[in-house]
Nanobody, 118 residues
């Protein structure tokens, strides 16, 4: 199992970015997929997730209405569309995969830096 994130960068407040998580070794539609983020000096937090069955999405309250998680099975990739970005969204964003929501074993990507600043 391998996860490779991309799409991070520097963006002004109010701007948008789309993060990608390219998966190999498994099918994203059969795993519980999530995006986490970790800001300097803070704990890693769950940002968004999507279930394998039904594609049910869930979001942290701080990003609800601004971020959207999606998956493209033809590319075996999960995306995080981030709109109306705020300075407090600055963090390293990580992709996570596990076989189910309650699975003990999970897999992480290397992370991609998102910086929101004017």
């Amino acid at each position: 199992v391998q996860l490779v994130e991309s799409g991070g960068g520097l963006v002004q407040p109010g701007g948008s970015l789309r993060l990608s998580c390219a998966a190999s070794g498994f099918t994203v539609s059969s795993y519980f997929m999530s995006w986490y983020r970790q800001a300097p000096g803070k704990e890693r937090e769950l940002v968004a997730s999507v279930t394998a069955v039904g594609g049910i999405t869930n979001y942290a309250g701080s990003v609800k209405g601004r971020f959207a998680i999606s998956r493209d099975t033809s590319k075996n990739t999960v995306y995080l569309q981030m709109n109306s970005l705020k300075p407090e969204d600055t963090a390293v964003y990580y992709c996570n995969a596990k076989r189910s929501m309650v699975a003990a074993r999970d897999y992480w990507g290397q992370g991609t830096q998102v910086t929101v600043s004017s």
